[in-house]
């Protein structure tokens, strides 16, 4: 892969309402930096080109953790209402100018790079529009639905039904996509309005995905370890 064909989008502008701090968790000092420079720092050994989405209160902290890279094109975009991830990667893909584009959640502190590296070779490999890491896991917040041929058909949040799910394919909060389709698919959805949620009633960014499934080629591709996989939603997610 080129750095130079890559742009990497950061959804950071969420309120962090479960992970109980004072301020917004994407600041809070994991070993001895900040959760959101974890995956700024994964993110820099593929490109050169990130993105991140603010919110007005945490954009000033942004700039100023951002002044320590050299090297980097960083731009930052601001969210002025929560409006769901949907509508946050939507206005960040208004600068995307590169042929492809990944998705990060600010969170994803475990993912490792050898996760991602696998999953953006094996989406040139396949021609994938969309490709992402997947490992199965109990009680999983989002899960994978498979139609008889083991296919990618939905990925689902759990908190937007009334079913428990012991055991199922989670993602791992990291996206691979051919930018123009993504730009013009995610905006003719939004403006559709085809991705709202039914609780949340946020544009969701997952919801997309099995429209995306219509339109070519979805893939996944099994994490390197369990770890990949485990967002950081409270403070006890942190191990």
Known sequence: ??????????PAAGGSKRFKSNK?????????KAL????????????????????????????FLLKKYDNINFTIVVQKKPKG????????????????CSVIWADQIY???????????????KKSILCFPVYRKKLPYTYVLRDKYKNFKDIIQTRETNKKIKTGESDCGFFVFKSKILIKKLKFLIDKKLLYTTKTKEIDF?????????????STIKAN???????VNFLKDLI
């Open 111 to 125: 993912l490792s790079k050898i996760t991602i590296k696998r999953t953006i070779n094996f989406f040139m490999k």
């Open 1 to 10: 892969m080129n750095k130079k064909d890559f742009t990497f989008i950061v």
């Open 24 to 32: 917004s968790k994407i600041f809070y000092k994991y070993k001895k």
């Open 36 to 63: 959101i420079m974890h995956v700024i720092d994964k993110c820099i050994n593929f490109t050169k080109n990130i993105i991140i989405v603010s919110n007005k209160k945490n954009f000033n902290e942004i700039k």
């Open 225 to 231: 370890s369990h770890k990949d996989a485990q967002g």
């Open 85 to 100: 991830m949907g509508h946050a990667i939507n206005i960040a893909l208004s600068k995307v100018k590169t042929k492809y």
């Open 206 to 218: 997952l919801k997309s995905f099995k429209f995306f499934n219509k339109s070519g080629l979805v």
